[in-house]
């Protein structure tokens, strides 16, 4: 997670290996809070917000972006303020949705995703 201002596609997901090498394995990301792997392996980036046309957090603007082989595949769009995210044993993917953000509290949502 960059700071603020956001500055669309500043952020990066690292690799490190076993011996402590370490590489950009994707870049171009916006405000990344969670990363999770699929049963096959294949990565999933949470973005919060992509701060269109605004550098604060922007709610209805948050991603779930799948990372396979350097393609790319949206899987969920229009989240609001997502703050995290994990596969469940059912396969299905769950996003906390709501976050943080404006009051009233208590808003928050767990989304489950089916992801194809």
């Given amino acids: 997670l960059n700071t603020f201002p956001i500055v669309p596609g500043s952020s990066k997901v690292l690799k490190i290996t076993p011996t402590g090498q370490i590489s950009v394995f994707a870049s171009g990301l916006t405000t990344i809070l969670g990363v999770a792997f699929d049963s096959a ?3 999933y980036v949470l973005e919060n917000t992509t701060g269109t ?3 604060f957090p922007t709610p209805g603007t948050g991603k779930v972006i799948r990372i396979e082989s350097g ?3 949206l899987i969920a769009s229009g989240l609001f303020l997502p703050t995290a995210m994990t596969f469940g044993p059912d ?3 769950y ?3 709501v976050g943080f953000g404006p009051p009233p509290n208590g ?3 767990v989304l489950k995703i089916t992801v194809p």
């Fill in 41 to 43: 392996g294949r990565l």
């Fill in 53 to 55: 046309g605004n550098q």
């Fill in 71 to 73: 393609n790319r595949t």
């Fill in 91 to 93: 396969g299905a993917l």
């Fill in 95 to 97: 996003v906390s949705n």
């Fill in 107 to 109: 808003l928050g949502q």
